[in-house]
């Protein structure tokens, strides 16, 4: 069941984080690549449909079939709040999610779809094989999972499966930071990863709300957003005090601490050194400060226009576009410290940067073109896509 996940990959790629910037015209070197790059939507597993796949179920059946139905769609709530706080605090390491996720998940659905048959078996009916939709993968993230729970087993040829509502994700405006005192800068980068890791809390948050709804109209607001909030106040408060305490002049970010919410699916602004890339979200919208970080200059890639992606080539698709991320934040990287310490020649920045970021970026376009190629889709041509330049 192929379902779009992106109809092109919205963000502008290349520039990094306005603390990048701004650290380094205080005086401090980058950290590694790829940190403080905001939070991301959830994934959530992709799990074939029962209910359109059954015969027709006899009458005696259709309270056992109607309650294992449920019970399915029961289990994918609850792998859907792991894959909420998994994405919130990663744990384990490459196949955790495999392992710890689908696995168990695939375990149970086996269970569930051997009682479905039970049931025909039971009220004399032929035994329906349905082993084949035991197995899950994962949706691109902020895409809902199908649900079997809307229609009354014995209408089968309705279809009619329901979908969970995409979470929708915290709205942060980006802190505008003046240039970071350099004595400033370990606890101002410190405050800016508190900020994110409370996004990443609240959107999961609304993840679970999304698969399982509680309280009444108020209650996201009353119980995300509003304490959402008063964190926000108290970590930007501090960073206010690091700017005090080395004797420059306080910045007032009291405007910064109110959240809102972005559309279902929407990802949000990061607050750490990493740039804008090819997620779901709005990584890293700050504005440069006041100091000599004009002369750090970023890679300005061009922006995937990737058609709309299967649902079987969603996770692996994901996987590339979060590769061509991890590949501009290093190439930012390498441009501050250049920037910074400067080496080589005239051609050292093509050759020792640009070169190499478009031979990765080929690669990573290429494997997104199989992943297409894979799963029977036409297979996108992405090759004007590789090169860089500078911003």
């Known amino acids: 069941m192929a379902r779009p996940m992106r109809k092109n990959a919205v963000l502008k790629l290349g520039g990094v984080g306005a603390l990048a910037v701004l650290l380094l015209g205080g005086g401090l070197q980058l950290a590694s690549?790829?940190?403080?790059?905001?939070?991301?939507?959830?994934?959530?597993?992709?799990?074939?449909?029962?209910?359109?796949?059954?015969?027709?179920?006899?009458?005696?059946?259709?309270?056992?079939?109607?309650?294992?139905?449920?019970?399915?769609d029961e289990e994918i709530a609850r792998q859907n709040e792991r894959l909420a706080k998994q994405a919130a605090n990663p744990q384990g390491g490459a196949n955790f999610i495999n392992n710890a996720i689908l696995g168990p998940l695939k375990s149970k659905r086996v269970a569930v779809l051997d009682r479905i048959e039970i049931n025909f078996n039971r009220a004399g009916a032929q035994r329906p094989n349905l082993d084949a939709l035991a197995t899950c993968g994962l949706n691109a993230p902020g895409v809902a999972s199908a649900l079997n729970s809307s229609v009354k087993a014995g209408n089968a040829a309705t279809g009619g499966n329901n979908t969970t509502a995409a979470a929708?994700?915290?709205?942060?405006?980006?802190?505008?930071?003046?240039?970071?005192?350099?004595?400033?800068?370990?606890?101002?980068?410190?405050?800016?990863?508190?900020?994110?890791?409370?996004?990443?809390?609240a959107n999961a948050r609304l993840a679970q709300q999304a698969?399982?709804?509680?309280?009444?109209?108020?209650?996201?607001?009353?119980?995300?957003?509003?304490?959402?909030?008063?964190?926000?106040?108290?970590?930007?408060?501090?960073?206010?005090?690091?700017?005090?305490?080395?004797?420059?002049?306080?910045?007032?970010?009291?405007?910064?601490?109110?959240?809102?919410?972005?559309?279902?699916?929407a990802g949000n602004a990061g607050n750490g050194n990493a740039g804008a890339g090819n997620g779901n979200g709005n990584a890293g919208n700050g504005n440069a400060g006041n100091g000599n970080a004009g002369a750090v200059r970023t890679v300005n890639c061009p922006t995937p226009q990737?058609?709309?992606?299967?649902?079987?080539?969603?996770?692996?698709?994901?996987?590339?576009?979060?590769?061509?991320?991890?590949?501009?934040?290093?190439?930012?990287?390498?441009?501050?410290?250049?920037?910074?310490?400067?080496?080589?020649?005239?051609?050292?920045?093509?050759?020792?940067?640009?070169?190499?970021?478009?031979?990765?970026?080929?690669?990573a376009l290429d494997r997104i073109e199989i992943a297409f190629n894979r799963v029977g889709a036409q297979r996108p041509n992405l090759d004007n896509f590789a090169a860089c330049g500078l911003n």
């Open 211 to 265: 698969a399982n709804p509680q309280g009444g109209a108020n209650f996201i607001n009353n119980a995300i957003l509003g304490p959402l909030e008063d964190k926000r106040k108290a970590a930007l408060d501090r960073i206010e005090i690091a700017f005090n305490r080395v004797g420059a002049q306080r910045p007032n970010l009291d405007n910064f601490a109110a959240c809102g919410l972005n559309g279902a699916g």
């Open 306 to 363: 990737i058609p709309a992606v299967p649902a079987q080539a969603a996770a692996n698709v994901q996987a590339e576009l979060a590769n061509l991320d991890k590949q501009i934040s290093e190439a930012n990287a390498r441009l501050a410290q250049q920037a910074a310490n400067p080496q080589g020649g005239a051609n050292f920045i093509n050759n020792a940067i640009l070169g190499p970021l478009e031979d990765k970026r080929k690669a």
């Open 33 to 72: 690549a790829g940190e403080n790059t905001g939070s991301t939507a959830a994934q959530t597993v992709n799990c074939p449909t029962v209910r359109d796949k059954l015969p027709a179920v006899p009458a005696s059946a259709a309270a056992g079939v109607e309650r294992e139905l449920a019970n399915l």
């Open 168 to 201: 929708q994700t915290v709205n942060c405006p980006t802190p505008q930071i003046p240039a970071v005192p350099a004595q400033a800068a370990a606890n101002v980068q410190a405050e800016l990863a508190n900020l994110d890791k409370q996004i990443s809390e």
